[in-house]
């Protein structure tokens, strides 16, 4: 489907990021993943990659990327990739690092980057929402919602990050 197009002045300038309580996320998809991820902990801080198991996440499969933690979270590479989150975006971003996404949308990635590197420094699971602006490039959708579940072996470190989310629709500014 074509964006539907409507005067820029509807569209925000800049992108609008807001972090949020856990107990605050609305999607669906995004409410079964972090029950999901609390499911799996069992006790621990988080659980670990190896705890997915394909049978129990399939519904929400076109919602998620698994994120591997490269070097302490200095980049973070896309393992997975679900179809809706590859959709709402204008360029391939499978098997990709940051790193080298970031190249192609510097402004996404400028958001995104403290976002995943505060989870690995701090252990905890992250909620966030907001509104693409003009600013943002390379996506197909307005409103986001999502969240980013630590997973790793150990309490000690994170070695992937579950992202779980939903992108609505893009309206495209007539310029």
Known sequence: MPPIVVPAEIVPERTDFEQFSLDAVESVPTRRGIAIWRLLRAGRRFPAHDDLK?????????????????????????????????????????????????????????????????????????????RTGQDLSHVVYT????????????DEAIDYILYVGICELKVTPVQ
Do not use: W
Not at 84 to 98: E, G
Not at 101 to 114: N, Q
């Open 54 to 130: 394909l049978r129990d996440i399939t519904d929400i499969m076109p919602y998620m990327s698994l994120v591997a933690v490269i070097d302490g979270g200095k980049d973070f590479e896309n393992r997975y990739v679900g179809d809706a989150v590859v959709r709402a975006h204008d360029l391939p971003i499978r098997h990709r690092r940051f790193s080298d996404v970031a190249k192609d949308m510097p402004r996404l990635m400028e958001e995104l980057l403290p976002l995943f590197r505060k989870v690995v420094e701090t252990g905890e699971p992250l909620a966030y929402r907001g």
């Open 143 to 154: 409103d986001f919602e999502g969240v980013l579940l630590p997973l790793g072996q150990s």
